[in-house]
């Protein structure tokens, strides 16, 4: 898992969007609970690659995803963001995706 912390340049509205759209509870069935940080949902997509997907990148690939998704220099697909890491995907696999 990456980690090293790195700042995240959000627009006025960036965090918003991203918090609203991509951040899930961090207690499934608990409605109160609260939402992921941005750094947990680029947590989650790396570890989502690696178990869920069987990409096989290295630890060097995983870092540099990580630093691309939490500096918005590059993304993975929306839904992507909103999906790997769920038991949606170990349900239905890529066709949830």
Do not use: H
Not at 41 to 65: D, S, Y
């Amino acid at each position: 898992m990456p980690t090293t912390e790195y700042t995240t340049p959000w627009s006025p509205i960036g965090y918003i969007v991203a918090k609203r759209t991509y951040a899930r509870r961090l207690v499934d069935d608990d409605v109160n609970s609260p939402t992921e940080e941005w750094k947990d949902v680029c947590n989650r997509v790396v570890e989502a690659c690696r178990t869920q997907l069987n990409v096989g990148f290295t630890e060097e690939e995983e870092e540099r995803l990580y630093r691309y998704l939490m500096t918005l220099k590059g993304s993975v697909a929306g839904r992507f963001l909103w999906q790997l890491g769920t038991s949606t995907v170990n349900t239905l696999g890529l066709p949830s995706l």
